[in-house]
């Protein structure tokens, strides 16, 4: 059930409000259902049952991949699904990418998101509990849940109130799960108000934005939002951030073969973010059946070299997953569009 009906229910049967906390305690130590929150009363249980099931959000699927990236399919109550992936580091860290809504309405061109369409926003609560999964896997593997990434599936900036919501949880102490706010990162496919919004948010959190282009003919070719909000725009909310809140943008740059990966492309980039406090991460294409490619490991490296020459903080951000169709812009469902 989601949080804000439990919480309705709790008040309806006259229950504290720490009933909550007690409830959250239990999903995070692994309670399947009501009936395994024991520090509840058994009449309450019931009751609560009656009413509903105790997650909101329920694994359908678990796939784990030859680099230990796990991924699930998770069952919403309305029938839809959505996916959510953990990603393994060294020393027992463990980062989370969540999805923030079912599907996309932004239709970029070389992403499997994008071609499933919109479904609908996730509540706070249903991301929440795809980290409090997160978090009982990373027990099982003796390692610890330290970062959560907003780049599953869906546009975070378009689901703001509810992201937000949410960091609050997984930062917050126990029940919440203590997640520091700098591991924490909200990437946008540039949905300008969304930036301008999230610059007046108090938290710490790291600005992702996914650029994939230096200029505005091909950045329209891939990623259609460019026409409402082109890369001057973008990049004028970008630096208005930083200054605002004294952090760096991190941008996301898509390599794609003959697209975008000239040298041409990487002094562009170089200039138009020349003046300001941006990290740039190369991420190499995973593929999605269309007509993109992933660029060669020359001309990767040599664009990287160039964003360096041209005193741009760069790096490569390698692909985990993809044998299990785990990795970005692979997240896709069936059920995605229309509940069951
Ligand atoms: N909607 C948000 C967050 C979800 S996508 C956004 O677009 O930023 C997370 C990241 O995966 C984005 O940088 C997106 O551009 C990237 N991505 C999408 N499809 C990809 C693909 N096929 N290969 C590599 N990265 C991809
Ligand atoms: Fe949506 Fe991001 Fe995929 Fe674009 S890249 S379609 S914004 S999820």
Redesign the pocket.
């Known amino acids: 059930m989601d949080r804000e009906a439990v919480a309705a229910q709790l008040q309806e049967f006259g229950q504290p409000a720490y009933r909550m906390d007690q409830i959250v305690r239990a999903q995070r130590a692994g309670a399947s259902s009501w009936d395994e929150v024991t520090t509840l009363g058994k009449g309450l249980r019931a009751d609560l049952a009656d009413r509903g099931p105790l997650w909101s959000v329920e694994p359908r699927e678990r796939l784990v991949s030859t680099d230990g990236t796990v991924k699930w399919r998770l069952g919403l109550a309305d029938g839809r699904e959505i996916e959510s992936v953990l990603i393994s580091h060294a020393r027992g860290r463990r980062t989370l ?1 969540v999805s ?1 809504q079912v599907g ?1 309405a ?1 239709g ?1 061109t ?5 071609t499933m369409g919109f479904g609908r926003d996730l509540t706070a609560w249903e991301i929440v509990e795809q980290a409090l999964i997160a978090a009982q896997e990373a027990d099982a593997q003796r390692a610890r849940l330290s970062n959560v990434v ?7 900036m378009q689901n703001l109130p509810a992201v937000l919501a949410a960091v609050d949880e997984l930062h917050g102490p126990a029940p919440g799960l203590g997640i520091s706010a700098r591991q924490i990162a909200i ?4 949905w300008v108000p969304g930036i301008a919004e999230l610059q007046e948010y108090p938290l710490p959190v790291r600005l ?3 650029l ?1 282009a230096a200029d505005d003919e091909t950045r329209t070719r891939l ?1 259609p939002i460019n026409q409402r909000y082109p890369i001057a725009s973008l990049l004028a909310a970008c630096r208005r951030y930083c200054d605002t809140t004294g952090r760096r943008v991190f941008i ?1 740059y ?1 390599l794609l073969d003959g697209v975008n990966d000239s040298l041409e492309d990487a002094r562009r980039l170089a200039r138009i973010l020349r003046d300001g406090r941006f990290h740039v991460n190369l ?6 059946g269309g007509e ?1 490619a992933a660029s060669r490991p020359d001309r990767r490296e040599r664009f990287l070299l160039a964003l360096e020459r041209a005193g741009l903080e760069a790096s490569v951000r390698r ?1 985990r997953g993809a044998d299990v169709a785990a ?4 997240l896709v469902t069936q059920a995605a569009a229309q509940p069951a």
């Open positions: 990418c923030s996309c932004l970029c070389f992403c499997s998101t994008g907003f780049m599953g599936m869906g546009e975070p990437s946008t496919v540039g992702a934005v996914s994939h990623m996301e898509v991420i190499e294409y995973n593929a999605t993109y692909s990795a970005c812009g692979q």
